[in-house]
């Protein structure tokens, strides 16, 4: 009689352990296998803008609508100060936010990226949060945050699958790039220099969005405006972003887009995940319940149900 395939897997594990000496951590082993067997196709991350709790902020009305195009779809807030020196962020400055979050933001797709190399991957950032994602997928300098290399800190690997990259009322617009979107013909406090050309050569999946009467990413007075991205463009950007995945290929097929509503990961009741299902993790949108076992953490990504 054939072993089961979770007795299979344990078997190849005891040899690798007899072969190799290394002590091996079964669980964390299996976990980690069955993390990349259930990869979503598509992975949104979006970074708020400065001031607002952590979450996705203003983006999160974009990141919704595309969660809701494409059923399976799993979305990850960017985790950063968010900061302009205000004590409600806890007054870091902006220039060292704006650098922390470049990291983040490059830390959080690498690593997703290398858990789930196949997966399709959409940046959404809102003001603060569209520099940061500005910076990290073109990369610097960016002087004001004290980014000197040119290079971006996104590897070029996991570029590759970023397909779609949002920003909206970011302070690095400036006017005359192919990719703009609005009113702006002028630019942002901190605005990339004229004739800029990303540095990734990623220009076809931005879309950058900016009207003249934003006084972040442009010069006009009205603060009101700012806000008004995702009500005004999101339509738009969830068009683009539709475009280039089924560019891509292997996606999903999308539904229509109803008016978003807050998406939070949530106790189906009776539908609980399986015994060895995953019921939890950064992104997930499923069963956070178990059937039979308890829903163990193995890492930041990835929660099992285990006995």
């Given at each position: 009689m054939w072993p089961s395939p979770k007795n299979a897997f344990l078997l190849l594990l005891a040899h690798s352990l007899v072969v190799s000496g290394s002590p091996i951590d079964v669980e964390e082993a299996?976990?980690?296998?069955?993390?990349?067997?259930?990869?979503?196709?598509?992975?949104?991350f979006g970074a708020r803008e400065t001031t607002v709790s952590?979450?996705?902020?203003?983006?999160?009305?974009?990141?919704n609508l595309?969660?809701?195009?494409?059923?399976?779809?799993?979305?990850?807030?960017i985790q950063y100060p968010a900061c302009g020196g205000q004590s409600s962020c806890g007054g870091v400055q902006y220039g060292d936010s704006a650098r922390q979050g470049t990291n983040a933001v490059a830390t959080a797709v690498n690593n997703f990226h290398t858990r789930c190399p196949n997966a399709q991957i959409v940046?959404?950032?809102?003001?603060?949060?569209?520099?940061?994602?500005?910076?990290?997928?073109?990369?610097?300098?960016d002087s004001g945050s004290n980014i000197n290399t040119t290079a971006p800190p996104i590897s070029a690997s996991a570029l590759n699958q970023v397909k779609a990259a949002i920003f909206m009322g970011s302070p690095r617009y400036?006017?005359?790039?192919?990719?703009?979107v609005g009113t702006c013909q002028a630019q942002g406090f901190a605005a990339r220099p004229r004739g800029y050309v990303c540095a990734s050569n990623s220009a076809s999946k931005i879309q950058n969005y900016c009207?003249?009467?934003?006084?972040?990413?442009?010069?006009?007075?009205?603060?009101?405006?700012?806000?008004?991205?995702?009500?005004?463009y999101g339509q738009q950007a969830l068009?683009?972003?539709?475009?280039?995945?089924?560019?891509?290929?292997?996606?999903?097929?999308?539904?229509?887009?109803?008016t978003p509503q807050p998406t939070q990961p949530s106790n189906p009741g009776g539908n609980c995940a399986a015994l060895?299902?995953?019921?939890?993790?950064?992104?997930?949108?499923?069963?956070?319940?178990?059937?039979q076992g308890t829903c163990r953490a193995s890492n930041q990504w990835y929660s099992q149900c285990l006995n």
């Open positions: 299996e976990a980690a296998v069955l993390a990349k067997r259930q990869c979503p196709q598509i992975h949104v952590p979450g996705f902020g203003t983006a999160g009305q974009v990141v595309i969660l809701q195009a494409f059923p399976g779809a799993t979305s990850e807030a940046l959404v950032g809102y003001s603060q949060g569209g520099q940061i994602m500005d910076n990290a997928v073109c990369g610097g300098p400036v006017a005359g790039l192919s990719y703009n009207d003249s009467v934003d006084p972040y990413c442009c010069t006009g007075n009205d603060q009101q405006a700012h806000q008004a991205y995702g009500t005004k068009t683009f972003v539709r475009a280039r995945l089924n560019q891509s290929g292997s996606t999903p097929a999308p539904t229509t887009p109803s060895w299902a995953q019921c939890g993790g950064s992104g997930w949108n499923g069963p956070t319940c178990c059937s």
